[in-house]
């Protein structure tokens, strides 16, 4: 059984491209959460989804971010328009259920914007 | 607003046990306590949770106090592969706000 999957591992941007940070849960989990690490600092929430539902974005910055989680295929986190400050790495977590006490993390994807 | 207070951080040595502290004095009662914990350049890992009685698995134990205001982390026989950044959470269970805060930095020596 596959843990949480996250790719690319590290990916390089310029200021001003597009970053699509995908996260594939775990089998059978249909809820995921994404958080932002920046260096040296604890995680930070961004956004909670289920199959094809946003259901808590209170942490997602309100402009140039965007997330989603379709029926099929992996969840994506996708940076507009990036600038040197969204350096971070960025972890997805999932869950059987919603609020279930264990969160299953990814390895994250470590983003760089030159 | 932290809901938690950890000691930024903390050494241990090898073999022997590990006690982290933790202080949530605003805690509600229908708040469990969390804990995971983060190896350097991984994602998070689970460790344990408990409400009010004390909680024991193959990782680990966790001791909390009877007014709920403190609890405890203990890795029993500590080993170098323990270094990590140990995060305390309190949560509503069913709720989806896990939210961490700076954690505390254990190292543990040889």
């Known amino acids: 059984n596959a843990g949480v999957m996250q790719n690319p591992r590290h990916l390089v941007r310029r200021r001003g491209q597009e970053a699509r940070l995908r996260c594939s849960p775990m089998?059978?989990?249909?809820?995921v959460y994404w958080y932002r690490q920046l260096p040296e600092e604890g995680l930070k929430f961004m956004v909670y989804l289920q199959k094809e539902n946003i259901i808590d974005e209170s942490g997602m910055p309100k402009e140039r971010f965007s997330a989603e989680f379709p029926k099929e295929g992996p969840s994506i986190l996708r940076i507009q328009q990036v600038v040197r400050g969204d350096s971070a790495a960025y972890f997805c977590?999932?869950?059987?259920?919603?609020?279930?006490?264990?969160?299953?993390f990814g390895s994250g994807t470590q983003l760089s914007v030159l | 607003d932290a809901k938690t207070t950890q000691p930024p951080s903390m050494d241990c040595a090898e073999g022997r046990a590990a006690n982290l502290p933790c202080n949530h004095s605003t805690i509600s009662g229908n708040e469990y306590v969390y804990w995971y914990r983060q190896i350097h350049s991984q994602g998070p890992q689970y460790i344990i949770h408990g409400l009010k009685n004390n909680e024991t698995n193959e990782m680990a134990s966790l001791i909390i106090t009877e007014d709920r205001k403190s609890s405890t982390l203990i890795l029993p026989h500590a080993t170098l592969r323990d270094t990590a950044v140990y995060y305390c959470?309190?949560?509503?269970?069913?709720?989806?706000?896990?939210?961490f805060g700076a954690g505390t930095r254990l190292t543990v020596k040889p």
């Open positions: 959470i309190v949560r509503v269970r069913n709720n989806n706000d896990m939210r």
């Open positions: 089998k059978g989990h249909s809820h």
């Open positions: 977590a999932s869950s059987p259920q919603g609020g279930d006490e264990k969160l299953f």
